[in-house]
Antibody
Framework: QVQLQESGPGLVKPSQTLSLTCSVS??????????WSWVRQPPGKGLEWIGY???????YHSPSLKSRVAISVDKSKNHFSLTLSSVTAADTGVYFC???????????????WGQGTLVSVSS | DIVMTQSPDSLAVSLGERATINCKTS????????????LAWYQQKPRQPPKLLIS???TRGSGVPDRFSGSGSGTDFTLTISSLQAEDVAVYYC?????????FGQGTKVEIK
């Protein structure tokens, strides 16, 4: 059973850097054909994809977040991380990590999700 | 970016009746080489993460009841709940994974009439 769990500070001050980690169990982060992703949800609003790091180590993030985003992986700990710099109140929301897949013989999209962690940006 | 537009934004359906949600993409998400639509549907209940219901536009996820079905191709897609149950009250999102940045629809809230 694949499980993902987000961890990190629940409160970040404006202009500082948000850092979150997603710990993965039940699957190797460096194996298979997966897109280890971050998705966020502002309070009362919809879902926004932030970016992913592929099993090979390559990463891609949404251009809307410009150069503020970095996604990295620690294979030895089987986790991946998100850093978002220069945060503002608009970055407040629930941050989910999720596994993306394009398995033609199984599923596509995000098949496993963490429970999400609320991050508030406030002084 | 591929823009996803869902309709309606909300709907109220009687228990046992059919609920239909539409999703339109700003460009085709059909990959011609394998004839697959890179389109998924999720259900999100309050204070829970989204749950994958449908991928490849019409393939139900593991353990998803068969009252949920997906259809459509190219730019127009539909999620149908054939007989609404109380536990189906949720917000439903479509999502394209055809091209980066991956994008979601704005969500459709389903309630009981």
């Amino acid at each position: 059973q694949v499980q993902l769990q987000e961890s990190g500070p629940g409160l970040v001050k404006p202009s500082q850097t948000l850092s979150l980690t997603c710990s993965v169990s039940g699957a190797s982060i460096s194996g298979g054909d997966y897109y280890w992703s971050w998705v966020r949800q502002p309070p009362g609003k919809g879902l926004e994809w932030i970016g992913y790091i592929y099993s090979s180590g390559s990463s891609y993030h949404s251009p809307s977040l410009k150069s503020r985003v970095a996604i990295s992986v620690d294979k030895s700990k089987n986790h991946f991380s998100l850093t978002l710099s220069s945060v503002t109140a608009a970055d407040t929301g629930v941050y989910f990590c999720a596994r993306g897949t394009m398995d033609y013989y199984a599923s596509g999209g995000f098949d496993y999700w963490g429970q999400g962690t609320l991050v508030s940006v406030s002084s | 970016d591929i823009v996803m537009t869902q309709s309606p934004d909300s709907l109220a359906v009687s228990l046992g009746e059919r609920a239909t949600i539409n999703c339109k993409t700003s460009q085709s998400v059909l990959y011609s080489s394998n004839n697959r639509n890179f389109l998924a549907w999720y259900q999100q209940k309050p204070r829970q993460p989204p749950k994958l219901l449908i991928s490849w536009a019409s393939t139900r996820g593991s353990g998803v009841p068969d009252r949920f079905s997906g259809s459509g191709s190219g730019t127009d897609f539909t999620l149908t709940i054939s007989s609404l149950q109380a536990e189906d009250v949720a917000v439903y999102y479509c999502h394209q994974y055809y091209g980066t940045p991956w994008t979601f629809g704005q969500g459709t809230k389903v309630e009981i009439k």
